[in-house]
């Protein structure tokens, strides 16, 4: 099989018109037969919401050979399940999201839209890989990341992911000498804090912006932040099982044990 | 320090109308100081959004001796950041978040707001419990469910949790017999075999509505799945870490060897 037969869906959190969702779709382009299915508006912050109260509507906006594009009024995980079940011809080879505008390193992966497109994907058990530019700016330069993007999704194509395993992935904003390379790291330890910035409305109600500062709590050199601190792409391989293994067996004396009592 | 003098912040993610919090706000006024700060609206299916493009208000719906109540027009992530940066006279003790309608087993945790408002207090190192009872339906009995969610708080309240712990607790519906005890398990595999149902408008344009039914993939004794099934509580130990550890060093091979050529 060739790569440009590959079926690649694209999605992203950041809405259909954000340009770090037009670098990907470029990359992608030179890969495959791609299909976008992004939602119509910015849905940043959304984690892994799906529309249950309102119905889901998408619209056509661009075919072209090898090429189809979706908008839909949802959220990125609503955009992967009905491109899969309705949109798409046949089961993609690859999923990717982003490029995201903003870090998705560390706990950030928790609210990000982005990269819950990814793990709906690794729940399909079809390959995904979630891109992020460690650059919040609309304006971004994406152009030093697309050869990055490029040769990792190639070899991703080629090699495959293991089953149930995707690929959290985060661009530093390149120094003076440029991006140094990829390192395949663990999720850091960091934190938001979080600030409520306090303001009084035109009709004397109080209302509240979340706002904050992310602090790494994390020095050790197998971290995304690390990498990323030091001029590397981060690459964590993530998957979708909460549980706290080590902690069962603790738990088991306190609550297990409990009702023998 | 007695039992009563513990500070317990209790949300949801069904809103602060719903039968299911109610019944765990009876509860935990049995064990300490309560405070509740739940949305003012459904938010099932949120996951971890958090709300970022409206400003949050919140208001105060009661204040008794030892018990206050808040709504918040936000998500149940929101609502624990704001109440414990904002609302609470200081740190809490415990968050409490449920009782659920319905199941957070398996994957459900993913697109569950309640178990992303426990995620949230395991962030910030806060002992946190998700509660949730196996019956999607508004008018859901959780009396048999109360004693068993007053046994399992007052024990983590004696003995605390792991650092950076959580717990994803679910409740069947008791049988005959009754609910036959506690298993604590792992996250047990499981799918959402999505449809989605296509609609006309009036107006003639295409719609679609979310369906599907939940399917066990896991056969193993160790999950809640299995638990819940044979008429146990299921309690995972939760974190936020989603490392798939175990495939570093394969994504090593495949990605950072690649650069070196």
């Known amino acids: 099989m060739t790569l440009n037969k590959r079926l690649i869906l694209v999605t992203n959190d950041d809405g259909i018109t954000a340009p770090g969702i037009r670098s990907l779709i470029k990359v992608m382009r030179q890969l495959g037969m791609v299909v976008v299915a992004a939602p119509d508006k910015p ?49 993609p080879d690859l999923i990717v999201s982003g490029i995201n505008h903003g870090s998705n390193a560390s706990i950030n992966i928790l609210y990000s839209g982005t990269m819950a497109a990814v793990l709906e994907g690794v729940m399909l058990d079809i390959p995904s890989i979630g891109f992020s530019l460690c650059d919040y700016v609309w304006e971004a330069d994406f152009t030093p990341a697309e050869p990055w993007v490029e040769q990792i999704t190639r070899k991703v194509l080629q090699e495959g992911l293991p089953r149930y395993t995707g690929l959290n992935i985060n661009i530093p904003v390149p120094g003076s000498g440029g991006i140094k390379g990829i390192k395949v790291v663990r999720q850091g330890e960091g934190r938001w804090e979080e600030e409520f910035e306090h303001r009084v409305d035109p009709r004397r109600r109080d209302y509240f912006w979340i706002t904050g500062h992310f602090k790494n709590y994390d020095g050790m050199p197998d971290t995304d932040l690390y990498a990323l601190d030091h001029g590397y792409i981060s690459v964590v391989p993530v998957h979708y099982d909460f549980t706290a293994h080590q902690a069962i067996p603790h738990i088991k004396n306190i609550l297990e044990d409990a009702q023998e009592k």
């Open 43 to 91: 849905q940043s912050g959304m984690g892994h919401a799906i529309t249950v109260n309102l119905p889901l509507r998408y619209h056509l906006i661009a075919q072209e050979e090898d090429y189809t594009e979706y908008s839909i009024n949802g959220t990125p995980v609503d955009c992967v399940k009905l491109a899969e079940k309705y949109l798409l011809p046949r089961r």
